[in-house]
């Protein structure tokens, strides 16, 4: 599957870019958008240094604490997909505990929403090229320096200056390309729109990887009047189905508690997709009510997706709060423990690779644990007991 999608991608943006120069601009605006995303991981990995795992330990022990982590680590990330990857990382290491990851889970899924408040907010009013270009000058400049955390400060900057770079190509592309193609001849109604459109934010998430570059398409094409605001609804819905991809591919090489981290993560955000789409008219009518009281204008719709992707995510984690401890025993029961087996490594997998801060962590446990076995095996040999040896 995988190897026949890339072909298909490649040659449906080649297809846009012969057929359309404003294609290209939105095409290379969502690029550059992903390319400084890839920064900002970059960047907060060489910022990290051993502050990251000690926070963890002592923000995670208890659920309303993995919950705050979870938002104000998305919120400063911009990126729910690297809070996800640095968390099946942490749990494949034996550094949180279930209940503490899905709870990041939880509070991931309403950090995600500040970065539709940015672009919402800031992005589409104000000209934010002007702030990329110094932010890459100065960040480019860091990122040749000696010192780690001077690059890593380098990378987040550029990061940002990319991300707001991004963001302008993709605006400039769609005011352009309304004059062309009108997408809202597309626009469908109904319960229909809404299946359909969720099924696209979900496909175009899981083709980008990021929630976040849907979302600022989404936003994008929402303020130059390509897409009905109420098919933006649909799509911002399926992006948040699409976003869980990250979490799947990244348990694939994980332990049992990444995979069941996975799981978690795909029925959270399903069962808060299917919640916001059967209860989606009264869901606008609150977005309506509070846009009303904050002063958001009555056709600002940009500004009324971020308010509406805000409540229904932070209505998700209101439903499934209560039902944590049943979530838990359902995940322990349908992926099991496997049964221990002393000849493989028990805290080291390919998931730790993808944030390497848990290295030395989940070594040290190695070591522990074959230790603990060769321990065992030579009193045994010895005809004793470990705790007579003791």
């Known amino acids: ?74 919120t400063v990330m911009q990126s729910s997909s690297l809070v996800s990857v640095i968390t099946i990382s942490f749990l494949s290491a034996g550094l949180i505990s279930l209940i503490a990851g899905v709870g990041i889970v939880f509070g991931a899924n309403i950090g995600t929403t500040t970065g539709a408040w940015l672009v919402a907010g800031f992005g589409m009013k104000v000209k934010i090229s002007a702030y990329a270009l110094p932010m890459l000058a100065v960040g480019i400049v860091l990122v040749f320096q000696k010192s780690k955390y001077m690059r890593g400060a380098g990378f987040v900057l550029a990061g940002l200056g990319f991300l707001f770079l991004g963001i302008h190509h993709m605006k400039e592309g769609f005011e352009a390309f309304k004059d062309q193609f009108d997408l809202t001849r597309f626009a469908m109604t109904g319960v229909l729109g809404l299946l359909v459109y969720t099924l696209v934010g979900a496909l175009a998430t899981v083709v980008m990887q990021s929630s976040h570059a849907t979302m600022v398409l989404i936003i994008t094409a929402l303020t130059t009047g390509k897409i009905t605001y109420e098919n933006a609804l649909a799509l911002a819905i399926g992006a948040n189905i699409g976003t869980t991809i990250t979490a799947i591919l990244g348990a694939l090489t994980a332990n049992f508690q990444g995979k069941r981290f996975a799981l978690a993560h795909l029925i959270f955000n399903v069962v808060t997709a299917v919640v916001a789409l059967v209860f989606i008219a009264p869901i606008r009518e609150v977005v309506d009510l509070i846009s009303d009281m904050v002063g958001i204008g009555q056709n600002d719709f940009a500004l009324k997706l971020a308010v509406f992707h805000t409540i229904f995510n932070t209505l998700g984690v209101a439903l499934m709060l209560p039902f944590l401890s049943r979530l838990i025993h359902f995940l322990e029961r349908t992926i099991d423990e496997p049964v221990l087996d002393h000849s493989q490594p028990r805290y080291l997998s390919e998931a730790i690779d993808e944030y390497p801060a848990t290295i030395v962590i989940a070594l040290r446990k190695e070591v522990k644990h074959l230790y603990d076995n060769a321990v065992e095996l030579i009193a045994h040999g010895l005809n004793l007991h470990r705790h007579e040896l003791f």
């Open 1 to 74: 599957m995988k190897n026949l999608l890339l072909p298909v991608i490649i040659g449906l943006l080649l297809l846009g870019f012969w057929s359309s120069s404003d294609f290209q601009e939105i095409a290379a605006g969502v690029a550059i958008f992903m390319f400084g995303m890839l920064m900002l991981e970059d960047g907060f990995k060489l910022l990290s240094g051993g502050f990251l795992e000690n926070m963890l330990e002592k923000v995670t022990r208890s659920v309303p604490k993995s919950i705050s982590f979870g938002i104000l680590a998305t």
